[in-house]
């Protein structure tokens, strides 16, 4: 039975905005600009949208990460490169390695470590 008032999610994706090191699954993968919807929904049916987020998600594992409203502007505008895009991608890129990082042990940091001299 369903209720007569309830929420929804819904998933859209909007591009692949980046190429970059995965560390969930271990390979350089594109990465997906996502944006979630929040909706209320009356019998089923989605009726006023109550928010959204955006995240990106990896296009190998699906690993997702959320994004901050700087990052959401960046990657929706430009595609130019220049000196300042450049800037915000690596610091992008940056807080997405921390992000994935931060779940491993010591133990697999210092493989994964030893895995990027190797590659370098
Ligand atoms: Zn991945």
């Known amino acids: 039975m369903s209720t007569f ?8 994706i909007i591009k692949p905005v980046l190429d970059t090191h995965c560390y969930q699954c271990s390979s350089i993968t594109k990465w997906d600009l996502y ?13 006023i949208p109550i928010g959204h987020k955006y995240y990106l998600s990896c296009q190998n594992c699906h690993d997702e990460f959320k994004l901050k409203s700087e990052f959401v502007a960046f990657l929706k505008s430009s595609s130019d490169n220049n000196e300042s895009t450049e800037k915000i991608r ?5 807080e997405l390695e921390d992000n994935q990082l931060s779940s491993k042990t010591e133990k697999q940091l210092a493989y994964i470590q030893s895995l990027r001299t190797i590659k370098k």
């Open 35 to 47: 944006r979630e919807t929040n909706w209320m929904s009356v019998l089923g049916i989605k009726f």
């Open 90 to 94: 690596r610091e992008l890129i940056n």
């Open 5 to 12: 008032i309830g929420r929804m999610e819904e998933k859209k």
